[in-house]
């Protein structure tokens, strides 16, 4: 198959399995390290892009000195496109083999950096300090959902090759998700009127089945 050396997998569709640190960004001071998980696919659709789908769980956390505190064990899925910086080279006419990908390694890594976005879907299940109904900064919602989307900036590492291209990889990612409303904290009322943010730094390996799927 030409473009061996896009040190991505050889062609139709990858799983993979992961987790990582979370970190809720809204309007409380203190944002505490969570953890998160992830399942996904990705199937390309020509070198060096791809699109997937992936589904998520965890838990986000933060407090400040005003008594606000919230813990949110959130679920989620969105749908995604990435973009590999291999489609630069998408013409090079250097010779495509497994022997360039182990001699040009660092080369091919470059090439598989990756950007994406996408859109998705957050469910909330908040536990948070209500306080009395006379104090109006605690108001907020226990249960919510809303749309978010995800700003991915990645990198794969592939290991295990075979005559079609890398059968495995590890991917390092940072996930930047924006969320369309004010809830991911447990806190929306007139002191809290800007939406919130996530952050998921993961690890996780990734399988090409192209392989099983002939």
């Known amino acids: 198959m030409p473009y061996l050396a896009f040190c991505q997998f050889g062609g139709g569709l990858s799983v993979e399995l992961g987790a990582g640190a979370t970190q809720l960004y809204g309007e409380m001071m203190h944002k505490p390290l969570k953890f998160g998980y992830h399942i996904g696919a990705d199937y390309i659709v020509i070198p060096f892009m791809t699109v997937g789908v992936q589904g998520m769980m965890g838990r986000l956390a933060a407090n400040d000195p005003m008594g606000r505190m919230a813990k949110n064990n959130y679920m989620?899925?969105?749908?995604?496109a990435k973009a590999r910086l291999?489609?630069?080279?998408?013409d090079d006419k250097e010779n495509f083999e497994l022997t360039y990908i182990r001699e040009h390694f660092f080369r091919s890594l470059?090439?598989?950096?990756?950007v994406g976005t996408g859109i998705g879907l957050l469910r909330n299940e908040i536990d948070a300090n209500r306080g009395t109904p006379n104090d109006a900064h605690l108001v907020g919602e226990d249960e919510s959902s809303a749309v978010f989307v995800p700003l991915n900036?990645?990198?794969d590492i592939p290991f295990g090759y075979s005559i079609s291209g890398p059968t495995w990889a590890i991917n390092?990612?940072?996930?930047l998700?924006?969320?369309f409303g004010d809830e991911l904290d447990g806190y929306a009322n007139?002191?809290?009127?800007h939406d919130d943010r996530l952050l998921y730094f993961s690890l996780s390996i990734k399988k090409s089945l192209?392989?099983?799927m002939r």
């Open 110 to 114: 470059i090439r598989n950096i990756c």
């Open 172 to 175: 390092a990612n940072a996930q």
């Open 177 to 179: 998700g924006l969320y």
């Open 76 to 80: 989620g899925a969105n749908i995604n």
């Open 190 to 193: 007139m002191y809290s009127r």
């Open 153 to 155: 900036l990645g990198i």
């Open 210 to 212: 192209n392989r099983a």
């Open 86 to 90: 291999g489609l630069l080279w998408i």
